[in-house]
């Protein structure tokens, strides 16, 4: 019983933490003027690959633009382990291209807040994960 509890009380605080990151993430992109620097055009070498949901790949957006006609934002060049992202790298401006996938415009100064708030995703995304599994054990044993 006590493992049910425990993993009803991890899905919740999964979705607070998830939900709170989502009104960060508001906050923080209404507040933002839209200008970004000139694209240095680094970073177009980089290899997005995945492999059984373990490599390299993008996550977040963060600091939209619309300049131009062109929607562009900052995302993260970030290590996937089983489909999670662990690690943020390196940040780069990106636009999405008409048949999927990315141009990359160039690096940019990755902030802390924009790291913590990956790594906030990241915990609600594990404490999914463990309250998932708790809830499955304790309702075996209910």
């Keep these: 019983m006590t493992t049910f509890i425990f993993g009803v009380i991890a899905i919740v605080l999964a979705f607070v933490t998830y939900f709170t990151h989502k009104a960060i ?8 003027d839209g200008i970004f620097p000139f694209p240095n055009g ?3 070498s980089i290899q997005l690959t995945r492999v059984n949901g373990c490599g390299m ?13 062109v929607h562009t934002y900052v ?15 390196g940040a780069y401006r990106v636009a999405d291209a008409d048949g999927g996938g990315y141009h990359i415009l160039g690096s940019e100064a990755g902030t802390f807040a ?16 463990i309250g998932g599994v708790a809830v ?3 309702v075996q044993d209910i």
């Design 25 to 32: 993430l508001n906050r923080r992109e209404a507040g933002y």
């Design 42 to 44: 680094k970073g177009k």
């Design 57 to 69: 790949n993008f996550t977040g957006k963060f600091r939209k633009s619309h300049s131009g006609g």
């Design 75 to 89: 995302t993260y060049y970030t290590l996937f382990i089983l489909f999670i992202p662990i690690i943020p790298f």
């Design 114 to 129: 924009e790291r913590g708030l990956i790594l906030l995703k990241i915990l609600s995304w594990a404490l999914i994960i």
């Design 136 to 138: 499955f054990y304790g």
